[in-house]
Structure formats: C-alpha cells, structure tokens
Nanobody, 120 residues
Framework: QVRLVESGGGLVQPGGSLRLSCAAS????????MGWYCQAPGKQRELVAS???????NYADSVKGRFTISRDNAKNTMYLQMNSLKPEDTAVYYC??????????????WGQGTQVTVSS
C-alpha cells in the first residue's frame, strides 16, 4: 500500500505564493509520473501539472509561467511552487502518483487533498 500526504495549503492574498508538498510512503519500489490536480466547488477534478521520473513536466495552460512542479526522487516527494496566485486558483489540491510496489504490483494513489484559498 502506498500513501500520499499533501501539505502546504492555506489562505493567501492574490499575488501571493504557496508551496505544496506531497510525500509518498509505503512499500514503494519505483514511482513513475506524479501529478497535482485541483477541484473547485461544483467542478470536476483537473490536472494542474505533472512530472515524470525523468523530470519531464507538463502544465495546464492556466498555470504556465506561474506554477513550478518538481520532485525529489530520493525522498519520494513532489512539490508545487505556486506564484502570482489568483482567486480562480482557489480549490482543493490533490497529489497523485503511479508506480510499482516492492511486491511488483502496480499502484495509482491519491492524497487526501489540501485546501488553497486565494482571497483578499
């Protein structure tokens, strides 16, 4: 079983910054692609950014130039640096990771989510 725990959410004023972290733990052999998703009230969960184990990144158009995704493979941890935050970035942010466990089974896990609120 692989567990993901997010941290770093909170309340910030427009134009401010936050850094989210996602730590994976459990019987992990390897982690492939990791990603951040967001879900605003009344909307579907959507991809914010993703990063492969080789460091290739992908961003939603709405966050390009403002958010930066990164990971530390040695710590099984992923980050999302969020700058120039806008009220429309308000949502619950979830991390996702896929890979293989030490027993050679595949996993695709989600964190519990962390609230990001951008408001003056």
């Amino acid at each position: 079983q692989v567990r993901l725990v997010e941290s770093g959410g909170g309340l910030v004023q427009p134009g401010g910054s936050l850094r989210l972290s996602c730590a994976a733990s459990g019987s992990i052999f390897t982690i492939g692609t990791m990603g951040w998703y967001c879900q605003a009230p009344g909307k579907q969960r959507e991809l914010v950014a993703s990063i492969t184990n080789f460091g290739s990144t992908n961003y939603a158009d709405s966050v390009k130039g403002r958010f930066t995704i990164s990971r530390d493979n040695a710590k099984n941890t992923m980050y999302l640096q969020m700058n120039s935050l806008k009220p429309e970035d308000t949502a619950v942010y979830y991390c996702n990771a896929e890979g293989a466990t030490r027993s050679w089974s595949r996993f695709n896990s989600w964190g519990q989510g962390t609230q990001v609120t951008v408001s003056s």
